[in-house]
């Protein structure tokens, strides 16, 4: 009898690699990563041979190129005490951040530009009997954060394919306890200035790549990321000119910070900073009879040729 494969049976393990682009096996120390609606899917490259025949039809194509891309999706979410990295912190350095852990005190990432110094990732992907690896991935993140919804991670990496296997799910992965923090209550501001909002976005805005090499049986060495434009939405009442002028800072490229924190709790609070945002876009929109807008904030460099255009801290 085959077997019956259900899609509501899944996990995810990722680990640091030390070569990018050879595989560091997660094992279930490596898991506890709570993850949603996990999906893996095969790019694989074929090359045509189109034949001159007497008859229409081509000869057998030749595959040669493969990787995976992967999405799922992570609730935002820190630890029981400060200074303890959250259960996605390898995703993230696997999205190009860089962590700094402070004991006790906090756990800080931000971007890493410098391709050598740019982190790859081994994931692991299960879903009920099977499982897809992914080598050398890199990844993106876009967090969320809503008045009325569990705040929430949408990762997407890229990785080298490993041909799927039929494997039992990891045992006894350490989960994390945790709830994400309420996101209600939260703090929002803009250039000093309190907004009304639902919530914001965040992303981070990673260009994906994979390094080509012909000498490597799937046609890739590992996944780099060439280039990073993280942006700001928001979506806040409109006020008087005199209290926010969203259209002057539109039109004399203000830059200014931008603050967006959710949690009350020692290592379950969650704030991301922007130091020198840009407004890029700022129309105008409707919410329940009140006039709004839709805010496009760029993150720009702080200082030159830096890594500060944002920071997400778990305190």
């Not at 939260?186 to 994979?210: D, H, P, R, V």
């Amino acid at each position: 009898m085959s077997a019956i494969l259900g899609t509501e049976i899944g996990q995810v393990a990722a680990r640091v690699e030390t070569t990018k682009g050879t595989a560091l096996a997660p094992t279930a120390v490596h898991g506890g990563i709570e993850v949603w609606d996990p999906q893996v899917t095969p790019v694989v490259g074929v090359a045509e041979r189109p034949t001159a025949h007497a008859t229409f039809g081509t000869p057998a194509g030749i595959p040669n190129v493969r990787h995976y891309e992967a999405t799922f999706r992570c609730p935002l979410k820190g630890r029981a005490s400060a200074g303890i990295a959250p259960d996605i912190m390898t995703l993230l350095r696997g999205c190009g951040l860089s962590e700094t852990i402070v004991a006790s005190t906090s756990t800080t990432y931000q971007g890493v530009s410098v391709l050598s110094s740019q982190e790859t990732i081994t994931l692991d992907v299960y879903r009920d009997g099977k499982r897809w690896r992914l080598t050398g991935a890199v990844g993106n993140l876009v967090a969320e954060v809503r008045r009325d919804a569990v705040p929430y991670v949408d990762f997407s990496f890229l990785g080298k394919y490993v041909a799927p296997v039929d494997a039992a799910l990891l045992v006894s992965p350490p989960y994390v306890a945790t709830s994400p923090p309420q996101p209600v209550g939260a703090t929002l501001t803009l250039l000093s200035q309190a907004l009304i909002a639902t919530g914001w976005t965040f992303n981070l805005g990673n260009e994906l790549k994979l390094r080509q090499d012909i000498t490597d049986a799937t046609g890739w060495g590992h996944g780099y990321i060439a280039n990073r434009d993280s942006v700001i939405s928001i979506d806040p009442e409109d006020e008087l000119v005199a209290t926010f002028d969203f259209l002057q800072r539109l039109t004399n490229g203000t830059l200014g910070e931008f603050v967006g924190q959710i949690g009350t709790v020692a290592g379950n609070i969650i704030r991301l900073r922007a130091p020198a945002v840009q407004v890029t876009d700022a129309p105008y929109a409707e919410r329940e009879g009140l006039l709004t807008r839709n805010v496009s904030l760029r993150c720009r460099e702080n200082v030159v040729d830096s890594n500060d255009q944002f920071t997400l801290r778990y305190t």
